[in-house]
C-alpha cells in the first residue's frame, strides 16, 4: 500500500468523527434555553422554600440569572416572568416582569397551598 492509500485510510475516520462531534455540539446547544430556563427555576424554586417559607405572594421579591434566546449573555429577571415561561403562560419575558399566576407557580415548585 502506498502512502497516498494510507493517508486516505487514515483521514476517512477523522473526518467521520469531526462531522459526527460537529452535528452532537450544535445539538447540545439548541437546547441551552431549556436547560437555562429549567436552571433559573430551579434556583427561584429554593429561594421560595427556603428563604420565603413558600409563601406565594414573594414571589415578586425573588431573582434569577436567565439567558432568553436574544440576550447576549444571561441577565437578572424577576422569578415570576421565570414562571409563565414555565408554566406556557408566555413565550419571551422581560426583567421586571410579574407572575400571571403566582400559586400556580408556587405548586409547580412542590409547595402545598
Same mark, same amino acid.
Request: hydrophobic share 45%; with cysteine; charged share 20%.
Given at each position: ?19 459526527? !462531534?460537529? #452535528?452532537? $455540539? ?10 437555562? %430556563? =429549567? ?6 424554586? !429554593?429561594? #421560595?422554600? $427556603? ?10 421579591? %425573588? =431573582? ?50
Amino acid at each position: 500500500m502506498n502512502f497516498g492509500m494510507k493517508l486516505l485510510l487514515f483521514l476517512i475516520p477523522v473526518l467521520v468523527l469531526v462531522v459526527a !462531534a460537529a #452535528l452532537f $455540539t450544535s445539538w447540545l446547544s439548541s437546547g441551552r434555553e431549556t436547560i437555562d %430556563i =429549567e436552571h433559573a427555576f430551579t434556583k427561584g424554586c !429554593a429561594q #421560595l422554600k $427556603t428563604v420565603y417559607n413558600c409563601d406565594f405572594t414573594t414571589i415578586k421579591k %425573588i =431573582e434569577v440569572q436567565y439567558q432568553q434566546k436574544d440576550d447576549e449573555s444571561p441577565k437578572i429577571y424577576k422569578f415570576g416572568g421565570i414562571c409563565n415561561l414555565k408554566l406556557n403562560l408566555k413565550s419571551v419575558i422581560y426583567a421586571e416582569e410579574m407572575a400571571i399566576d403566582p400559586r400556580a407557580c408556587a405548586r409547580l415548585c412542590g409547595c402545598l397551598i
